[in-house]
T-cell receptor, first 116, second 116 residues
Framework: AQSVTQLGSHVSVSEGALVLLRCNYS??????LFWYVQYPNQGLQLLLK??????LVKGINGFEAEFKKSETSFHLTKPSAHMSDAAEYFC??????????????FGSGTRLSIRP | GAGVSQSPSNKVTEKGKDVELRCDPI?????LYWYRQSLGQGLEFLIY????????KSGLPSDRFSAERTGGSVSTLTIQRTQQEDSAVYLC??????????????FGPGTRLTVL
């Protein structure tokens, strides 16, 4: 079974500061991991994904995440926050090794606020 | 090509009424998912359709909820005898099932349901 825990329902950083959103997963098989972003009044869009290739994954808008098996983590970072980064961020896990689509398990989300 | 579309975008109904929410997935996507996002909560999985297989209904919260997918494309989520706790944003997503085994999901903008 898979599960995802996002530490911190709300994170606030100053514009230009480092963004760090935490995600820990639990999976009985090697996982695929995702970060989705939801801007206000919009649907979710994929930010980046880990699919067992490089452990450091780069996504859109300057975000990246590092898969650390020893820590069962997949934290999302961005060196310098921008006002437009204010949104809800969801970490998600899916079991690998499936030949057909299977449901993704989402975390509860972290709301990122940016202070001017 | 067009993304996932959902209708209506907003629905206000009275307690006890039935509602139908519609999802048009991306053409060619064989997998379709419904999620519920309550205020301040994460995504709650409701139901998953994959091709002609029996749907995974494990997330439906009660027998008042049902969904169907006609012709392997459009899906309708029906909520009977709506309750105030059904108020939420209902999100639909679709994905392809072959090739991309990491099954990236593409989300629609959601339907905001308000039960008075």
């Amino acid at each position: 079974a898979q599960s995802v825990t996002q530490l911190g329902s709300h994170v606030s950083v100053s514009e230009g500061a480092l963004v760090l959103l935490r995600c820990n997963y639990s999976s009985s098989v090697p996982p695929y991991l995702f970060w989705y972003v939801q801007y206000p009044n919009q649907g979710l869009q994929l930010l980046l994904k880990y699919t067992s290739a490089a452990t450091l994954v780069k996504g859109i808008n300057g975000f990246e995440a590092e898969f650390k098996k020893s820590e069962t983590s997949f934290h999302l970072t961005k060196p310098s926050a921008h006002m437009s980064d204010a949104a809800e961020y969801f970490c998600a896990v899916s079991p690998s090794g499936y030949s057909s689509a299977s449901k993704i398990i989402f975390g509860s989300g972290t709301r990122l606020s940016i202070r001017p | 090509g067009a993304g996932v579309s959902q209708s209506p975008s907003n629905k206000v109904t009275e307690k006890g009424k039935d509602v139908e929410l519609r999802c048009d997935p991306i053409s060619g996507h064989t997998a379709l998912y419904w999620y519920r996002q309550s205020l301040g909560q994460g995504l709650e999985f409701l139901i998953y359709f994959q091709g002609n297989s029996a749907p995974d209904k494990s997330g439906l919260p009660s027998d008042r909820f049902s969904a169907e997918r006609t012709g392997g494309s459009v899906s309708t989520l029906t909520i009977q005898r709506t309750q105030q706790e059904d108020s939420a944003v209902y999100l639909c997503a679709s994905s392809t099932s072959t090739g991309t085994i990491y099954n990236e999901q593409f989300f629609g903008p959601g339907t905001r349901l308000t039960v008075l």
